[in-house]
Nanobody, 125 residues
Framework: VQLQASGGGLVQAGGSLRLSCAAS????????MGWFRQAPGKEREFVALNSRSQGTRYADSVKGRFTISRDYAGNILYLQMSRLEPEDTAVYYC????????????????????WGQGTQVTVSS
């Protein structure tokens, strides 16, 4: 699976952005997909995931503000981000995995085999 993320940018606190991740190369339906982010000096962390068998899941820090969705016809994964905060500033990565993974492990980077190149999101205060 090849992944291409886009949609990042500079936004003021309280604003919104929508990230997109275009997937190609494998049946999109068979892949669990997620968004991760990495701020300077920090480890990559889970943001949200979408799985046909496990549904959707969010990190506590973004719950109620971010929404993950999929366009299966267009092979696109989205992350709608609202009420953005300066703490959301990071490089955002989309990721996909095709191995059978337990529910608890889906929030780990090790559950994903395919990664996009990342898109920068900067939230100013």
């Amino acid at each position: 699976v090849q992944l291409q993320a886009s949609g990042g940018g500079l936004v003021q606190a309280g604003g919104s952005l929508r990230l997109s991740c275009a997937a190609s190369g494998r049946t999109f339906r068979d892949v669990h997909m997620g968004w991760f982010r990495q701020a300077p000096g920090k480890e990559r962390e889970f943001v949200a995931l979408n799985s046909r068998s496990q549904g959707t899941r969010y990190a506590d820090s973004v719950k109620g503000r971010f929404t993950i969705s999929r366009d299966y016809a267009g092979n696109i994964l989205y992350l709608q981000m609202s009420r953005l905060e300066p703490e959301d500033t990071a490089v955002y990565y989309c990721a996909g995995g095709s191995r059978r993974i337990t529910y608890s492990a889906l929030i780990s980077t090790t559950a994903y085999d395919y990664w996009g190149q990342g898109t920068q999101v900067t939230v100013s205060s």
